[in-house]
């Protein structure tokens, strides 16, 4: 990676229950982790920054879609286009919107906070075709 704070895809989503399940339309995404460490060049990351990042992020890898997404809501047709996303792609959805939570967690003896929301399906902006740890949230 280009940047001084290395992050694996497992750190950056790593496998917790979200605890929900969509319904209707919409779509179960989680966020991408905010790496909790000092960068290589010793420069420390104030909570605040990490908080921010936290919840400016729009990258987030899908999880699961309710039985109404990409379908027309009067006839239950597909739409003509097909889904937009599947489950396991990654994605940009928007910086704003979508109900957000979190779910703590505990790996190998270190505690985390993983990030999920739902967007309605028709909010989900676009598919990433490159590495999604690449991807940086506007601060």
């Excluded at 009067?74 to 959805?93: L, S």
């Excluded at 309605?120 to 490159?130: A, F, R, W, Y």
Aim: aromatic fraction near 10%.
């Amino acid at each position: 990676m280009s940047n001084d704070i290395e992050q694996t895809l497992e750190e950056a989503f790593p496998k917790v229950d979200p605890l929900m399940a969509p319904y209707g339309g919409r779509v179960l995404v989680q966020l991408r982790a905010v790496k909790e460490k000092v960068t290589s060049s010793g420069i420390f990351i104030p909570e605040e920054t990490k908080e921010t990042e936290k919840w400016n992020t729009m990258i987030g890898k899908v999880l699961a879609v309710g039985p109404l997404a990409f379908k027309k809501r009067d006839n239950m047709e597909p739409w003509p286009e097909g889904a937009w996303c599947q489950v396991g792609e990654y994605v940009r959805v928007p910086k704003w919107g979508g109900d957000r939570w979190e779910v703590e967690f505990e790996e190998n003896g270190a505690k985390g906070k993983a990030l999920f929301t739902f967007f309605n399906d028709h909010e989900i902006i676009g598919k990433v075709t490159g590495d999604p740890r690449e991807i940086k949230a506007f601060i």
